[in-house]
DNA sequence: CCATACTTTCAATATATTCTGAAAGTATAA
DNA sequence: TTATACTTTCAGAATATATTGAAAGTATGG
């Protein structure tokens, strides 16, 4: 492999990974994910582990966590006892997942907090103000929520380019 | 002030740092936020340093840093020297400046790293699968960038409604 | 100019998160 | 069933991140 593209596969892992540590998803993780990303063929654990310098431990987890977010999947090779990772090639598709995850795991739960104040606040005249912020916020993650519901709808994707469209349009 | 304001008050700190952990933000500076948002009037570093326990250089500089990210501000309250802090109670403003904020620190340097990888890459034909991927996730990054600042010019928050309406009526 | 009242900084410390590696677990083929 | 070839788990270690608190800095009024 040419020494361009190596240099050019390293980055491309380490800015995943950067990003991702500036979101709150695990470096090591996004790592994996940007390596599986950059290569055609699927990895075994191994080849995964050399790469990144993480020990098997490591590696394993990882590679779970990105299984339970769809970000990866496992497959066989020929009759290979090993198991293979290879990741989620359509970019659309990726996005879909990770934001359908956010979703379920941080926005919903928000919103319970969110309502969860508000029944608490009661209803007297000094707690109106605190009330009055808490629901605006409550509306603008419920908007969040809602459109990342209509992100993760990935069999639906044809409303991003239209909305992408109309943004344009307004410039 | 009620129980249920009180608590109330506790629930939504605490569920603001934690939102803001998952997000890659301090958690405390998101605490410091969430007591100003909560509070009617300006609340000087020692009520804030009373409120969460902590002590006045982590006020400090967590303040600093909410100023940076024009969440904030200080002011002045009669003629006492004591400086108070108060934060954007406008929810929008506050969505925009994050989102302002956030491209600026995260997704430019970004977009600017995946073009070195392309450039890096050469224009082989064994990178060809490298590039491809590279190239569609730039052009998500930079779609992400664009809503994002879209999103931060405030004069026209116009345009977000519009988007909404249109997502809604597609269902 | 000095005393005072306050704010900021940063090295040391504490806390939280992530990683390792060896032991335990599991599936397969013979 | 057993040996083999792999995978997973998790307690302890390493690392990264956040916090403290005391010293240094700064502005104000007199």
Redesign the interface.
């Known amino acids: ?2 020494e ?2 190596k ?3 390293a ?2 892992v380490s ?1 995943w990974g950067e ?1 991702a ?4 998803i695990n470096k090591t993780m996004a790592r994996v994910h940007a390596l599986l ?2 290569s ?1 063929a699927a990895l075994s654990v191994d080849e995964i582990m050399a790469a990144l310098s993480i020990s098997r431990g490591n590696a394993s987890m990882n590679l779970r966590a990105l299984a339970d977010w769809g970000l990866v999947r496992r497959v066989s090779v020929g009759s290979e006892r090993r198991e293979y990772f290879q990741s989620e ?1 359509d ?2 598709n990726m ?1 879909c997942r990770i934001a359908r995850e956010r979703k379920k ?2 926005i919903e739960p ?1 919103i319970g ?2 309502e ?3 029944r ?3 209803d ?1 005249k ?2 109106a ?2 009330r009055k ?2 629901a ?2 409550l ?2 993650v419920r ?1 969040l929520d ?2 990342l519901g ?1 992100l993760a709808q990935q069999e ?1 994707n044809a ?1 991003m380019p ?3 469209t ?3 349009a ?1 410039s």
């Open positions: 492999m040419s361009g593209l240099k050019a596969r980055r491309f800015t990003m540590s500036q979101w709150g990303m950059a055609d090639k970019v659309w996005c795991r941080e928000v907090a969110l969860e104040c508000l608490e606040a009661g007297g000094e707690s103000a605190f912020r808490t605006e916020l509306e603008l908007t809602f459109v209509k639906k409303v239209r909305v992408l109309l943004l344009k307004m």
